[in-house]
């Protein structure tokens, strides 16, 4: 007999996951679908343990920042260990996500899913059926197409290594490149970063992009921009990485060219519902072309940056959906974060967006190093760039690079989304001395 | 000839030279009297210098909680270094603040204020009048009266100290013993902290003040309640700490049992103005009995805690009173911190008011020892106590006990204050993952 139930989720990441569980709490009947790990890219192979691992980093680099001011330290990554600790987080995360999802009452179905017909798939030998869908099955790392291809690594296997090797070689220019870039160059690899055009992370300030590069550089990272990278060959115990009159010798070669979705590989195209390598194609109700699929987080084409908190907050929209509600998605402010050495973060209006309107928009860039935070963590040319709306007179978008950028660009979108005036800033006490109490010197 | 001003101000804190500055710069003729460090105890001897020795400690902290756990890491504070880094900081402070308001065009005037009649005050052979006067002249470290206290040292000189002894006891229960014990013990001290009851840190819960106590005391400082020190004896090169059955022999003792105003040298009980050891007696216009003298900061006894903030905030408020605003003050939600190890914060209705009201608030205390944000750091029995009011639904008072206690509050403060549900918090996206992106879980 065929199982029917109200909805089916395929794939138990973040998105997944919080979608079953919401729906299941309502009194629907529902199933997930996992192939791989359950809870996803998130906690297995992505933010949590790529926290883990900066975790020491971090604190690796802020003690050597204070070196000769007071601490006296030797400190240095012992991979092996720092290994076994984010193992130690996430080996719990699989079982313990299935364990919860199985108590909280919903079927877990562990396999492939394959779309039989609009209301029916297949899991290996399992039959179900669906009144409703959802795909949140996630983004795999793309794999560049040249020669070779068959050497590069991802961040899944970086976020596992076992050893740190001596060289690294990470083609890319996104936000992956420059998180595994920091983290190997302060885990002790000399490490080579090389993309194929002059403008690494794109969507963020050109300023800070380049006070970025410029202190990676600094600390040993080789940062090579405008090379077309054609063929990766493999030597006795390395690698050589191939372009026009280019060729290294690296241990190791990570690709971190951007992700795809992976949802070319359901049999949607049989049923009707339209797909990209951006993930299922959605209309302002999170809906594919067939009504009752609907995309969520990393695996819809959605408008918005492809991050945890916006997958949990489209999981929670469809939840809403699917229950009977019918407004349009409206997205709130999304503030974006690379985890490199130091951090960079934006959130609101960009640099960029400014430049395109001078009339209205004001951009203000403001070195800190002489304020008390961080001044007091020795850190190198931290930077502040606001974006005010001159008609507004309000602060409308922000960008941060600094080891405090993470913290910095959450308390500015929150002062952003409630139209703080620089007065009602003044006015806002904040513990003292902290990161939000300088903000009103900013304002 | 006497110089006549339209406000004069007593003291160049963070609150004097505030008003002094708005006033200026609002077309006023000003004055500003100083009989120390310009720039007053927050930059000088207080806050910042605090904060840039809590620093080092802070990162020596996390390094040793990293320790095994993929940071090989052998760090310890070098005490004459870290003076060296806090003296850079600090030797800049008068200097440059005295600059600065001269460069304003204030008219800066160093000495000891006596005030001969309501408008008219002299500092050494110097002369001058007033139409308003504000008093910011902050407070100083009481000193407890008993036998040998002239051997006693205050966080004054714990904050210029050469060397760190090897043993040093801390007489009081304060927010300012409990930092003194937590960067002295890191540095390396035998830390004993002595307080007369039993309830140190008593605005703070208890709960939390417990679990300090209990990991202060996991990392070597002796904490001993119920104990009145009754003398202070000197022997050789140490002291001898005396109480009732108590006989304790140290290498230095600090008193941190409270502050008094600097408010009864000035002259002001003979021109009306009444004072109390907690400052200048104020109005709801932060006025005193003279209506032209206003109090603020430190200085004034005005039914907030005694810090920067809310000195910026009062200076500001004075000067629109003094220009002719005349509504009476109202004063922001006022978060306070202790930067011990680990940080103790708390903002809006405390748990001890909660527990006067039981119909109307509930208190949840939260052990986040398992989420990211704690797990990744390693630390040990980090707490949230969250206030909500049952009949609003809404969370109205907040505490932490964590490294990270001291952000953490600062966004509670902002949900507070901008009454969010938890359906609000859920809908806001922070950068994933930091301290604010787990406050989804807690509300």
Redesign the interface.
Known sequence: MVEKYDTVVIGAGPAGTAAASSLKAQGQKVAIVEEDLWGGTCPNRG??PK???Y??VE??E??DL?A????????????P??????RN?TKQISPGTHESLKNNGIETITGHAQFVDQHTLEIGQQTIEAQNVIIATGLRPRILDIKGKEFLQTSNEFLDLDEMPESITILGGGYVAFELAGIASSAGAKVTLIHHNNRPLKAFPEKLVQTLCDQLSENGVEIILDQEITEIQKDSASYRVIGNDFDKKTDIVFAAVGRIANVDQLGLDQIGVEYSSKGVKVNEHLQSDVSHFYAVGDSAASPVPK????A??EA?YVVDQILGDHKEIGY??????IFSLPKL?QVGVTAQQAEEDTDRYQVRTVNVEEW?TY???HEKQPLVQLVIDQKQDQVVGAACLSMEA??M???L??LI??EYSANEV????????????DIQYLY
């Not at 000769?68 to 991979?79: A, D, F, P, Y």
């Not at 991050?307 to 916006?310: A, I, K, N, S």
């Open positions: 933010c949590d926290k883990i691992l975790t020491a604190a690796k802020q003690a204070l000769g001011q007071g601490l006296n330290t030797q400190s240095s990554i012992e991979w260990d720092l290994m076994a600790n984010k987080y991050l945890t908190p916006v949990g907050f929670n709130p402010l999304v503030p974006t974060i973060s008390i001044k007091r963590q993470d913290e660009i959450n308390y979108r929150l989304k409630h003044s006015q806002t006490l904040f513990n003292y001395p902290t990161i939000a109490s």
